[in-house]
């Protein structure tokens, strides 16, 4: 059964920190095959694309609003993505999902959000004092 299931977030002060996992389990290919994105929805705003790892983690890119403070990291021993997000503020405040892209041609992975097929069903997370 495919599954992509985020877990970690929650509520945290401004400034603080918090690492959200994305566990992949059930895609058609091998999951070395798939690059990875992350992806967020605020209040009343359109979802996107926050940051994304390759295939095989030699290529991660980040939105500019997120950029030094996310790091994006896969473990593919464990079938799981990581987002380490750091220096956290209001702004950050979303439903973050993770998504997963087949690539079996050496293609880069986008922060567009139509370009993934695997969606997870998002975890909140909440940056307030």
């Known amino acids: 059964q495919l599954q992509l299931a985020e877990s970690g977030g929650g509520l945290v002060q401004p400034g603080g920190s918090l690492k959200l996992s994305c566990a992949v389990s059930g895609l058609p290919q091998d999951f070395n095959n798939y690059h990875i994105g992350w992806f967020r929805q605020g209040p009343g705003k359109k979802r996107e694309g926050v940051s994304c790892?390759?295939?095989?983690?030699?290529?991660?890119d980040y939105s500019d609003s997120v950029r030094g403070r996310f790091t994006a990291s896969r473990d593919d021993a464990v079938n799981t993505v990581y987002l380490q997000m750091n220096s956290l503020g209001p702004e950050d405040t979303a439903v973050y999902y993770c998504?997963?892209?087949?690539?079996?041609?050496?293609?880069?992975?986008?922060?567009?959000?139509?370009?993934?097929?695997?969606w997870g069903q998002g975890t909140q997370v909440t940056v307030s004092s």
């Open positions: 790892i390759s295939r095989l983690g030699d290529a991660i």
């Open positions: 998504a997963a892209k087949l690539e079996l041609y050496g293609g880069y992975p986008t922060l567009r959000p139509n370009e993934y097929e695997y």
